[in-house]
C-alpha cells in the first residue's frame, strides 16, 4: 500500500508564499501521477496541480503562474510551492497518486490526510 503524508499548511497573509510537501512512501511506481488538490468550506474538491509520470506539470488556471508542482524522486517527497496567495486559495491541500490519471479525483488511488492554508486579506 501506498502512504502520503502532507505538511506546511499554515495561516498567512495575502500576498504571502507557503511551500507545501508530500511524501510518499509504498507502491508509488515511476509511472503514477501525482498532484495537488484542495477542498475550501463548501466547495468541491477540485484539482490544482498535478505532475505526469513523464514529468510534464498541469496547472489549474487560477493558481497558474502562482503555484509550481515539483517532485523529488531522491526524497520521495512532492512539492507545492504557492506563491502571491490569495484568501481564495483557502482550503485543505490534499496530496494525491494515481496509476492512470490525476486529472479527475475519481481517479485517485491515494489520497493524503491534508494540510490546512488559510489566506486573510
Known amino acids: 500500500q501506498g502512504q502520503l503524508v502532507e505538511s506546511g499548511g499554515a495561516s498567512v497573509q495575502a500576498g504571502g508564499s507557503l511551500r507545501l510537501s508530500c511524501a510518499f512512501s509504498?507502491?508509488?511506481?515511476?509511472?503514477?501521477?501525482m498532484g495537488w488538490f484542495r477542498q475550501g468550506p463548501g466547495k468541491e474538491r477540485e484539482g490544482v496541480a498535478r505532475?505526469?509520470?513523464?514529468?510534464?506539470?498541469t496547472y489549474e488556471d487560477s493558481v497558474q503562474g502562482r503555484f509550481t508542482i515539483s517532485k523529488d524522486n531522491t526524497k520521495n517527497i512532492l512539492y507545492l510551492q504557492m506563491n502571491s496567495l490569495e484568501p481564495e486559495d483557502t482550503a485543505m491541500y490534499y496530496c494525491?497518486?494515481?496509476?492512470?490519471?490525476?486529472?479527475?479525483?475519481?481517479?485517485?488511488?491515494?489520497w493524503g490526510q491534508g494540510t490546512q492554508v488559510t489566506v486573510s486579506s
Open positions: 494525491a497518486a494515481a496509476r492512470w490519471t490525476c486529472a479527475d479525483r475519481d481517479y485517485i488511488n491515494y
Open positions: 509504498g507502491i508509488f511506481y515511476s509511472s503514477y501521477c
Open positions: 505532475i505526469d509520470n513523464d514529468g510534464t506539470p
